[in-house]
């Protein structure tokens, strides 16, 4: 069995692997966070030295209020009129009450800031080391975790742990407000301490319930999120088909489904949390009881003053609200730590490991030796397919919908790994090339252009970043694309893409060809490259896809039998197997398979321009749920 382009044969695969993409432990998603960090230290040391500095203001405001509590009692007891000296404390400690109250209020807000600005920053490099780890995996992985899983995870993940960094400078406040406060009722006297600690066990008890609930909750939460982006997007991308099918109202049933999944979700999480919420209010009224009855015993005692129990009091008072916070925020974070798991899992997948230059002609020889192919959990697509294209050949593959004719391209162009079998390309094995070789040499066209929105420039360079403005025009001109450039508002320099100049489908089938020009690779596969343009644009494609595969070897899985025609050979595929092969002039005279394929085609096909598209027998076009179906694969060239 062959490896995957790119890796060894025989490596382990990575978690995950089998489904969906990995998603990683507790353990390691808070060593990335904390690595993360760190690689901001600047901004880290700031933001952990301005919290400690606020939450010292926050502890110091109640001591300094218990101070003033007992030297307003010290005045009030003394005899003889107002003490001065008495007095002037009493303004010192006011003052210290102000300067505490002002500074507080600034490391606060320096504090929030800077711990905000560390949460955007980490997430930032986190979004760009997923978003690099999704463009360098292989694609069959990809195909398997489905575009849903991969969208989620770069938008709706990424946003909902951004969003949560907001929360980060209340939490670290929180927690070191709460560690200093616990100081402070030391220092007052440390059976207040004793009673303050009265909450703990109640939140214990409350967390011990909760967490073990929560962290799978929303786990499942991100999970049944993930599939509810698959099922959306699967509509909106295969809209034409669900029209074609009539199938509206079966695709609008299964998006209520997985909406009516992610609201239970949302909802069982958020009965757990409600549960908690109840157990912290009943620890607030246990603790403040236990504190404001030891320190009546205490100062009947004599052994605290009224100052240091006011100061208890409100210390605690202080305190439910950091309190509040770490405890309630535990929904917040079980949230974005769950989309951060699913983003370090992504982060974390190694690509595949670089392989040794091999040359490789130009054109080459393709050669595919017993290929066998499955999709996950599927019956076999394709069986023990032996082809042999020679150097600067063009082979065209036909069939039936559903014979394999998009697997075995996918697989000759390097696309999928086969389950059996191997690719040859001037004798080396695809297998042992890593993706960026095998797309130095391999261009693979489908019928699913993509234009980048930016300049007609930036779309055409991605295949030849150091093209300058005559290679550009030169390979516009090849597939006949020069005259409706040359009349665009700013010519190579005008935008086109989503919103802005639009583009006809086949002026964007004709920049794909473009590329594929630009990069000169020595293997061509065009899987139904002429398919979208329908009658009015087939005839200048299918010029422009000759232009572009003279003096190269080519795979053309074609649309239109004319493209058959025109290839030096013909393969005919029927349930995944190889059936005939060899010239259309022979197989026509052989009246089998293709001979009668032939015969339906130039039946229906209009004369003038080749047919339109979807024609029995030879559409390309997959039924929905079928693993081929509107299938976009990498880069063209």
């Known amino acids: ?120 920053e980490v997430a930032a490099d986190l979004r760009e080391r997923v978003v690099d780890r999704s463009l360098r995996m292989d694609a069959e992985r990809l195909e398997r975790a489905g575009g849903g899983d991969v969208a989620s995870r770069v938008t709706e993940d990424v946003e909902l742990f951004t969003s949560s960094t907001e929360l980060v400078a209340t939490v670290l406040t929180s927690l070191v407000t709460v560690v200093l406060a616990a100081a402070g009722f030391a220092a007052l006297d440390w059976r207040l301490a004793l009673a303050f600690c009265t909450v703990f066990p109640v939140y214990a008890l409350a967390l011990r319930s909760y967490l073990p609930r929560a962290a799978p909750l929303y786990a499942r939460e991100r999970a049944v999120a993930a599939e509810r982006s698959r099922v959306v997007l699967e509509s909106l991308h295969g809209a034409r088909t669900v029209q074609a099918y009539g199938a509206q109202e079966q695709q609008t049933a299964r998006v209520e489904v997985a909406s009516g999944r992610g609201v239970g979700a949302a909802l069982d999480a958020l009965r757990t949390f409600a549960r908690l919420s109840v157990s912290m209010n009943a620890a607030e009224a ?36 950091p309190l509040g916070v770490l405890l309630l925020s535990f929904d917040d974070v079980q949230r974005a730590g769950a989309a951060l798991a699913r983003l370090v899992g992504v982060a974390d997948t190694e690509p595949p490991p670089a392989q040794p230059h091999r040359d490789v002609r130009h054109p080459a020889t393709l050669t595919a030796q017993g290929l066998l192919h499955a999709y996950a959990q599927g019956a076999p697509v394709l069986h023990g397919v032996d082809l042999e294209v020679p150097a600067g050949g063009t082979l065209a593959v036909v ?19 086969p389950s059996g079998g191997r690719v040859l390309l001037d004798g080396v094995d695809l297998a042992l090339l890593d993706p960026q070789q095998v797309r130095e040499h391999v261009a693979v066209v489908t019928q699913e252009a993509h234009v980048f929105t930016g300049t007609l420039r930036a779309d055409l360079t991605l295949a030849a970043p150091g093209a300058g403005d005559v290679e550009l025009l030169a390979a516009l001109a090849v597939v006949g694309a020069d005259a409706w450039a040359a009349a665009l508002p700013h010519g190579l320099d005008t935008r086109v893409g989503a919103g802005a100049h639009p583009l006809t489908a086949a002026q964007e089938q004709q920049l794909a060809l473009a590329r594929v020009v630009l990069r000169d690779p020595a293997l061509v596969v065009l899987d139904e490259a002429t398919a979208e343009a329908g009658s009015a644009g087939a005839r200048e494609l299918e010029d422009a896809a000759r232009s572009v595969l003279a003096g190269r070897t080519a795979v053309v899985v074609a649309h239109r039998l004319t493209q058959a025609r025109a290839c030096d050979r013909v393969a005919v595929l029927e349930h995944g197997r190889l059936v005939e092969l060899g010239t259309h002039d022979e197989l026509v005279a052989a009246g089998e398979r293709y001979a009668r394929l032939w015969r339906t085609w130039s039946a229906s096909a209009p004369p003038a321009a080749g047919g339109s598209t979807g024609h029995p027998g030879v559409t390309g076009r997959q039924p929905p749920g079928h693993p081929g179906h509107d299938r976009a694969w990498v880069v063209e060239g």
């Open 1 to 120: 069995m062959s490896a995957a382009p790119g890796t060894t044969p025989g490596a382990p695969a990575a978690a995950g692997a089998g489904t969906a993409l990995p998603v990683a432990t507790a353990r390691r998603t808070g060593a990335v966070l904390v690595a993360a960090a760190r690689a901001h230290r600047r901004t880290l040391v700031l933001a952990l030295v301005t919290t400690t500095v606020a939450s010292a203001g926050l502890v110091l405001v109640p001591l300094l209020l218990g101070r003033v509590v007992d030297a307003v009692v010290a005045d009030l007891g003394a005899t003889g009129g107002q003490d001065a000296g008495q007095q002037g404390r009493l303004w010192l400690l006011f003052g210290l009450l102000a300067a505490a109250a002002a500074g507080t209020a600034v490391f606060a807000a320096l504090a929030r800031a800077q711990s905000e600005r560390l949460g955007v």
């Open 286 to 321: 246990i603790g403040l009881s236990a504190l404001l009855l030891t320190g009546f015993h205490l100062v009947r005692a004599g052994a605290v003053s009224v100052g240091d129990v006011t100061a208890a009091a409100l210390l605690f008072h202080r305190l439910f609200g």
């Open 399 to 417: 069939g039936e919908s559903g014979a394999g004719k998009s697997t075995l391209a996918a697989l000759l162009g390097g696309v999928l790994a």
